[in-house]
């Protein structure tokens, strides 16, 4: 099979709030484009995206999927991406990789969060937008309303190339702006049922006020347009055409469509207007990447140049290992042949490429620049990295910016054994999902798995065990408090231990004091003479060491302690390092217990975005978890509110935010400094500590 040269491929990514319609929309515009041959649905979970179980199950889209498939000799490269917050990574790549967006808007709903959120995304990579008004039969819904607040949120240049005919369950058809025709469906006469009549004359006047509108703005993107329009010269559609697709790529003018996407009623217009009012690759241009000194490399869509594709998904399957789907940006990527990941400077083994229809797989021999494809078993690659022939510069793509991940759980493997099973798939599915984050916290030992939200983690979790088999369980991560000393305090521990034969001796005398900030432990041999012989010191050392890791106060480490060894005795027959040893920690414990020591928790600094309405609500829950507010700063529609809160506080932070603000509001947060826990807390915490050793024992 050959491919399409880049001026015939059209690269789309399917974005909006969750619910808006865009699975369904997909399978719409597969089935108008012959690419399948019947409608699934997202209730029944039959649908070419949604093709996973937990997808189906939960009913809604986890993860992008690329359907690669013809319509009016163009290639098109349909990404349809979750909604939901919680999977907004791959949502993201997809922006990276596309050439423009189709956002969509449910008409009951208006723009929600994260249609605001995906449409700044698709403003900073530079992409060309068309609106999609769906679910214009549900009750409520309303076009007009919704374009209102599409340009309340995005512009006055958001503008309407169709209206709707009728509304709410009477909504029959569209009226075409651009050539003032109607346009009325027949529900269930399969693809392109629209029926060509004259514009409703109740419909006449509004018709030509928003055509006005319309004409406004595209005469702007032409001056020539411009003179003829405003002298009241006829404009016709081939003109209209072409001055619409040029602010269309160039990011001047954002149409809006509207239709039903499970009704199949104006999705054949908008699959016409994917190929003839949004951009190629080579309409798009120059991919701007960054070279082996950080200088900028413009990376043109030549099917002759070097090799360059950019992985911008990996899944891992648990038969197949890797699959790795990627954008071809300049080259012909080929199969079996050879590449070499620049990223990682590792050479891989190309086996066959395929291109994607939802599960389905298509082989293909090559792909040219501006095309999508995916090749399984790569041994080294995964999502971010760029793959050449060797014969081009080394360079990297600008990494996305993606939240970082705050609601944490610790994890163990639900059955004993099976721990080495539990780590594989974790690694498995880290290596897909750039926003989780796994790791063994050094100071409680826990495993650590952290996502953006609980439904986040609640799915990794149970793809490991329909993936992997791997089960584990959940428990929220205990806080990593530490203790330390106030001040100085000095005490002598003797170990002694008679068996019968050879015993055990060891004294020794400390003297203890708060050290420097971050400095650890600093331990000072201050022993004259042969009081401890030189040979044992490092074992009283170890003593402390090891005392260190669980302080008195609730078993929490001791940070930062000045330790001098002033004094001591030995034998010479029973003196041992394991005495001196256990000599060191028994003197640091009682040391310690002079030394007023305090209990100390972690403050982190939360960055919040909200919405201006919901402030004084997260200013109020910020108080009542002991936060010390920092600042506001106005951030268009939205307040960035900054504070400190100890660590303690924000554990269950991201759920009653999601509650405060239904689900408009977004954080991060950054680890400060430690400080001392009040007192009648502390007690609490060190009652806490006691009880889990009782039982643990």
């Known amino acids: 099979m050959s491919h399409k040269a880049a001026d015939r491929i059209r690269n789309v990514v399917l974005v909006g709030h969750r ?17 399948i041959n019947r409608l699934g649905s997202v209730d ?21 999927c690329v359907s690669c498939f013809g319509y009016a000799d163009r290639e098109i490269n349909l990404i349809d991406t979750p909604g939901e917050p919680s999977f907004v990574a791959d949502a993201a790549a997809a922006l990276r990789v596309a050439d423009s967006a189709v956002v969509v808007v449910n008409a009951t709903a208006g723009v929600e969060v994260q249609t605001e959120r995906l449409w700044r995304r698709a403003d900073e990579e530079g992409l060309a937008r ?53 346009f009325v469906y027949d529900q269930g006469a399969g693809r392109g049922s629209a029926e060509r009549v004259p514009i409703p004359d109740e419909l006449r006047a509004r018709a030509e006020e928003y055509r006005e509108k319309l004409m406004d703005e595209v005469a702007e993107n032409s001056d020539v347009l411009m003179e003829r329009y405003l002298e009241g010269e006829e404009i016709d559609h081939a003109e209209i055409v072409t001055a619409l697709k040029r602010g269309v790529t160039e990011g001047h003018l954002f149409p809006v469509t509207c239709g039903v996407a499970t009704r199949n009623l104006g999705t054949n217009r908008l699959l016409d207007a994917l190929v003839e009012d949004l951009p190629s690759p080579r309409m798009r241009g120059a991919l701007a990447a960054i ?37 071809v940006y300049s080259g012909t990527f080929r199969s079996d042949s050879q590449a070499v990941n620049v990223t990682r400077d590792k050479k891989e083994r190309i086996g066959q490429i395929v291109q994607p229809l939802g599960k389905e ?3 293909v021999a090559e792909l040219g620049a501006g095309d999508i494809g995916a090749i399984a078993k790569l041994k080294e690659t995964r999502a971010g990295d760029v793959l050449g022939d060797g014969q081009g510069a080394r360079l990297a793509i600008r990494p996305l910016d993606l939240p970082a991940p705050v609601m944490a759980f610790s994890y163990e493997a639900k059955s004993k054994g099976d721990e080495e099973k539990a780590a594989t798939a974790v690694r498995r599915l880290e290596e897909e999902d750039p926003t989780l984050d796994v790791h063994r916290d050094p100071q409680t030992g826990e495993q650590i798995i952290a996502g953006l939200t609980q439904v986040h983690v609640e799915v990794l979790v149970e793809r490991m065990r329909t993936r992997f088999g791997a089960e584990i369980e959940l428990h929220p991560p205990r806080v990593p408090y530490q203790e330390a000393i106030r001040r100085p305090a000095a005490a002598q521990a003797r170990y002694k231990k008679q068996t019968g034969g050879k015993g055990q001796f060891a004294d020794c005398a400390i003297e203890i004091e708060p050290g420097e900030d971050g400095g650890g432990l600093e331990f000072i041999d201050q022993i004259k003479g042969a009081a401890i012989p030189g040979g044992f010191i490092p074992a009283v050392e170890k003593g402390v060491v090891e005392a260190m890791r669980h302080g008195t106060v609730a078993g929490y480490p001791v940070k930062d302690v000045r330790v001098r060894l002033v004094d001591g005795k030995h034998h010479d027959t029973d003196s041992s390092e394991l005495a001196f040893k256990l000599a060191g920690a028994m003197a640091f414990r009682q040391a310690m217990e002079a030394a007023d020591p305090a209990l100390l928790e972690p403050i982190v600094k939360l960055t919040i975005n909200c919405p201006d309405e919901v402030v004084g609500d997260v200013i109020g829950d910020l108080n009542s978890r002991r936060g010390r507010p920092l600042g506001m700063e106005a951030k268009g529609s939205t307040t960035e509110v900054m504070a400190e809160v100890p660590m303690a506080e924000v554990l269950e932070f991201a759920p009653d935010l999601r509650s405060i603000s239904g689900g408009r509001a977004e954080f991060t947060i950054e680890f400060e400094r430690y400080e001392e ?10 009652g806490a500590a006691a009880d889990r050793a009782t039982v643990g024992g």
Do not use: W
């Open 130 to 182: 068309l609106v999609f008004v769906n679910m214009l039969d549900r009750e409520r819904a309303d076009f007009f309303a919704t374009l209102d607040s599409l340009k309340a949120a995005f512009g006055p240049h958001v503008v309407a190339t169709e209206i709707p005919i009728g509304s709410e369950h009477e909504v029959r058809g569209v009226v075409d702006l651009i050539d003032m025709e109607a």
């Open 291 to 327: 070279g082996e000194d950080g200088e900028a490399i413009a990376i043109e869509p030549d099917e002759d140049g070097p090799l360059v594709a950019y992985v911008f998904k990996t899944t891992a399957d648990p038969y197949t290992g890797r699959v790795n789907i990627f954008r």
């Open 677 to 686: 826990v009040p007192e009648h807390l502390a007690t609490k915490v060190a």
């Open 44 to 64: 029944d979970g039959s649908t070419v995206s949604d093709h996973e179980e937990d997808e189906q199950q939960r009913g809604c889209s986890i993860d992008a």
């Open 361 to 363: 797989m298509k082989p």
């Open 19 to 35: 619910g808006s319609g865009k699975t369904s929309l997909h399978e719409a515009l597969l089935f108008e484009a012959g690419a």
